[in-house]
């Protein structure tokens, strides 16, 4: 089983953007240390939330600071991108890591990115199909044109040329058909539990019988001397982070947010996720992967909101989870 590291860049009321980014950086270098697959970079704008705003900018510094470990962004925003620039992107950080990286996309959300960058609500809510066809193209053909609704222009040769297959980030059933109709890998996210991951794969597998792709889920882990006590400390630390960061989300439109209730969706979290001991994380992903066929886990490591924290937390689950999760058959 694949497993690697999600990194939010998570900040907060009290630290220092700055530091969080040269922070996630280290977090990186620790995952790749502690013997992690590979590590995945969030990207958010103008929120506290996510202090990345560049998943792929950081992804680079990371590759140039390690040796081994792989990097994909989990996720660049499509609908506030443009496909080709970045496909040109994605090919230069494969070439210059000897294809270690790994570009992973997702449609946003309705929020006043949309505004700032100029490409409109009429992208987000139609556009993403042609954006990521697009940026397919722009990905594995020599040269590259469009004449569609959103991107009109003539024929250019893409320099350097690479052969990718991104990866998207699912979030509705109509994510799931575009993905499967294209036959490309989806990453689930933190909000589904096992029976609701596994359902989406199945639809998956009905859409697109002759598709496998290597699919990859995000799940909360946090390791704890207990199970009782990470419980208790993931519950008391979240909310530092969670409470001021998603209040980051503005939509474009002016409607408000759709609030979620944060206490129910923290114990969410701490009881469908890989939070406790070692015995009950290596149980938790082992029932994971057996429950939906997932053979690619990225563990979201900073629920401590603290920086020292999250460094034990990558180093604890390499040395006490890791070892055992590969032992197994």
């Known amino acids: 089983m694949r497993i690697g590291v999600f990194l939010i860049a998570a900040g907060g009321p009290h630290r220092e953007p700055g530091q969080v980014l040269r922070d996630t950086l280290e977090a990186v270098a620790v995952a790749e240390e502690s013997g992690f697959d590979d590590a995945w970079i969030a990207e958010h704008h103008f929120m506290s939330y996510g202090v990345c705003p560049s998943a792929v900018t950081l992804a680079a510094m990371a590759l140039g600071r390690t040796e081994r470990i792989g990097l994909g962004t989990a996720v660049s925003v499509l609908s506030t991108a443009h496909p080709v620039a970045l496909a040109e992107q994605a090919a230069m950080l494969h070439h210059l890591s000897g294809g270690r990286f790994t570009l992973g996309v997702g449609r946003g959300g309705p929020w006043v990115d949309l505004e700032v960058f100029g490409s409109g609500l009429d992208r987000w809510e139609r556009g993403f199909p ?3 066809d697009l940026l397919c193209r722009a990905l594995s053909q020599a ?3 469009a004449d569609g609704e959103f991107f009109q222009f003539r024929e250019v040769d893409m320099v350097p040329p690479a052969t990718l297959r991104p990866v998207v980030a699912r979030a509705s059933e109509r994510t799931t058909r575009i993905a499967a109709e294209r036959g490309l890998a989806l990453l689930l996210g933190m909000e589904l539990d096992d029976p609701a991951k596994a359902a989406i794969l199945a639809e998956y597998g009905r859409l697109a019988p002759a598709a496998r792709p290597p ?3 995000a799940v909360l882990a946090f390791v704890g001397d207990s199970t009782a006590a990470a419980r208790k ?3 008391t630390r ?3 982070w969670l409470e001021p960061g998603l209040a980051g989300y503005v939509r474009v439109d002016g409607l408000p947010r759709q609030a979620r209730d944060l206490t129910e969706y923290m114990d969410f979290l701490a009881r469908v996720h890989p939070v406790g001991d070692a015995d009950h994380c290596v149980r938790t992903i082992t029932s994971t992967r057996e429950a ?6 990225i563990l979201m490591v900073e629920g401590g909101a603290d920086h020292g924290r999250t460094l034990e937390n990558i180093r604890r689950l390499g040395a006490e989870v890791l070892p055992r999760l ?4």
Do not use: D, K
């Not at 590969?326 to 058959?329: D, I, K, N, S």
């Open 130 to 132: 042609e954006s990521l």
């Open 143 to 145: 040269t590259v044109s």
């Open 215 to 217: 699919h990859l889920a």
């Open 233 to 235: 400390e993931l519950l």
């Open 238 to 240: 979240l909310p530092r």
């Open 292 to 297: 939906t066929g997932l053979g690619h886990l």
């Open 326 to 329: 590969r032992a197994q058959p």
